[in-house]
């Protein structure tokens, strides 16, 4: 069940024709409507304006590029000619033993396993 309209309500499409006046059944279209000519020349404008834009842009990018190639400079050598190759992949199992002797050479230096077996047998020790 729909709802009656409202007493101020404008029907502006009824198949009554002492609704719609004579001139608006022969244009076709309501004054209040945008006449289709107008709205067809907005849409060209609009269409014309975008295939601008993509012309001048094409047009600039056009001037502004290398021909596509890129200009063959000089590299300079690396600073560090090994730094892309990380030295655990060079020779794994001689750098692992390299790094636990040095380990050890310091261990043996700083007497560590002296300390600890000390602290072992005493306890924590105290200042």
């Known amino acids: ?10 029907v ?3 198949e009554n024709p002492d609704v719609v006046p004579a001139e608006v059944r022969e244009r076709g279209y309501e004054p209040t409507d945008a006449p289709p000519a107008k709205v067809a020349a907005g849409l060209g404008g ?4 975008m ?3 993509l012309g ?4 600039l990018t056009a001037l502004t590029s290398r021909n596509g190639r890129l200009e063959e400079r000089a590299v300079p050598p690396p600073v560090f000619p090994d730094a892309s190759k990380p030295p ?3 020779d794994p ?4 033993r390299a790094i636990e002797a040095q380990a050890r050479a310091h261990l043996r230096r700083a007497d560590m396993e002296a300390a600890t077996r000390a ?7 105290r200042p």
């Open 1 to 10: 069940m729909t709802r009656a309209l409202h007493e101020e309500t404008e």
């Open 56 to 59: 001048a842009a094409a047009t």
């Open 88 to 90: 655990l992949l060079v």
């Open 12 to 14: 502006q499409r009824a």
């Open 46 to 49: 609009f269409l014309a304006l």
């Open 51 to 53: 295939l601008a834009g």
């Open 119 to 125: 602290v072992e047998r005493e306890g924590e020790v």
């Open 93 to 96: 199992v001689a750098h692992r």
